[in-house]
């Protein structure tokens, strides 16, 4: 079974500091992998995805992520936060041509201005 | 836009009542989904559907059935209510893309509490 790790459960930066938030998946085969974010009071939506191709992804806002195969690892990166980034992060796993997707704990992110 | 809307924001109901959560979606998706959301244990999912009428356990399904007799319309029930099934309720649709290469677009949550 597929299974997916945050391992930062709370992170609380600075606005203008750099983030780097870690996901591990556990399944071997092909995966297709995401990253969610949650704003206050908001519907999860989609911050970027990988499929094939270019390991490193480039979503909205400023987000990107590198899927590592050898290290089973999709960590969500930004340069630079804002404190408009204060939202809860989820990286997701669907694999095998499966159509579940498995989601991880989430990580909240508090940007303080 | 894709469209996913759950009936209600907010739900209060006592323990032991049959309770019936509803989620629509408008972009004509053949799978949906129903995830609970509690702290530190992020989205687990309850319950999916690839077609009209077809269903498939997720990883969590004790305590719940689903209903899907119209494409856009996909409906988790709760037999008999009981406090551990007080969560934020979630529902999401995606279209069966290539390989697999879909996105999945969630409703806004219902947050039930079971009294």
């Known amino acids: 079974a597929q299974s997916v790790s945050q391992h930062n459960h709370h992170v609380i930066l600075s606005e203008a500091a750099s983030l780097e938030l870690g996901c591990n998946y556990s399944?071997?085969?092909?995966?297709?992998l995401f990253w969610y974010v949650q704003y206050p009071g908001q519907h999860l939506q989609l911050l970027l995805k990988?499929?094939?191709?270019?390991?490193l992804v480039k979503g909205i806002k400023g987000f990107e992520a590198e899927f590592i195969k050898s290290k089973f690892s999709f960590n969500l990166r930004k340069p630079s936060v804002q404190w408009s980034d204060t939202a809860e992060y989820f990286c997701?796993?669907?694999?095998?041509?499966?159509?579940?997707?498995?989601f991880g704990t989430g990580t909240k992110l508090q940007v303080i201005p | 836009d894709v469209k996913v809307t759950q009936s209600s924001r907010y739900l209060v109901k006592r323990t032991g009542e049959k309770v019936f959560l509803e989620c629509v979606q408008d972009?004509?998706?053949?799978?949906m989904f129903w995830y609970r959301q509690d702290p530190g244990l992020g989205l687990r999912l309850i319950y999916f559907?690839?077609?009209?009428?077809?269903?498939e356990k997720g990883d969590i399904p004790e305590g719940y059935s689903v209903s899907r007799e119209k494409k856009e319309r996909f409906s988790l029930i709760l037999e008999s209510a009981s406090t551990n099934q007080t969560s934020m309720y979630l529902c999401?649709?995606?279209?069966?893309?290539?390989?697999?290469?879909?996105?999945?677009?969630f409703g806004q949550g219902t947050r039930l509490t079971v009294v």
């Open positions: 399944y071997g085969g092909t995966v297709n």
């Open positions: 559907s690839y077609d009209v009428k077809m269903k």
């Open positions: 972009m004509d998706h053949e799978n």
């Open positions: 990988y499929f094939s191709g270019d390991p």
């Open positions: 999401a649709s995606s279209p069966v893309g290539t390989h697999m290469n879909t996105e999945a677009f």
């Open positions: 997701a796993v669907n694999s095998g041509g499966y159509q579940k997707v498995t």
